[in-house]
């Protein structure tokens, strides 16, 4: 399995941006897929989580301006994000599990896969 997330840019605070994470090599319908961050010097937060279901959650301070999507046929997974702030400046992580029926709490990092990161610089 092969998690690889795209989409990272620089955007000026109040812009928008989509990131995608393409997942290959999975036909389970159970899982979790999920955005994480990690700003420079400080520790990787949820952002955002996705079941088979389409049941979402979301952090408290991204919820009502990040949306979590995915096209299982492309086995895609979208982060729209929207009114961009400052400290949404951080490497963006996808990740995956397949051993859950239903996503965890935003607090449990412990996924199977992850990808490499992208990177979203957000200027004030």
């Known amino acids: 399995i092969q998690v690889v997330e795209s989409g990272g840019d620089s955007v000026q605070a109040g812009g928008s941006l989509r990131l995608t994470c393409e997942i290959s090599g999975y036909r389970y319908w159970t899982y979790c897929l999920a955005w994480f961050r990690q700003a420079r010097g400080k520790a990787r937060e949820a952002v955002a989580h996705?079941?088979?279901?389409?049941?979402?959650k979301y952090t408290s301070s991204v919820r009502g301006r990040f949306t979590i999507s995915q096209d299982f046929a492309k086995r895609t997974v979208y982060l729209q994000m929207t009114d961009l702030k400052s400290d949404g400046s951080a490497t963006y992580y996808c990740?995956?599990?397949?051993?859950?029926?239903?996503?965890?709490?935003?607090?449990?990092?412990?996924?199977?896969?992850w990808g490499q990161g992208t990177q979203v610089t957000v200027a004030s």
């Open positions: 990740a995956a599990d397949f051993r859950m029926t239903v996503c965890p709490n935003l607090s449990d990092d412990n996924f199977d896969h």
């Open positions: 996705i079941d088979g279901d389409g049941t979402t």
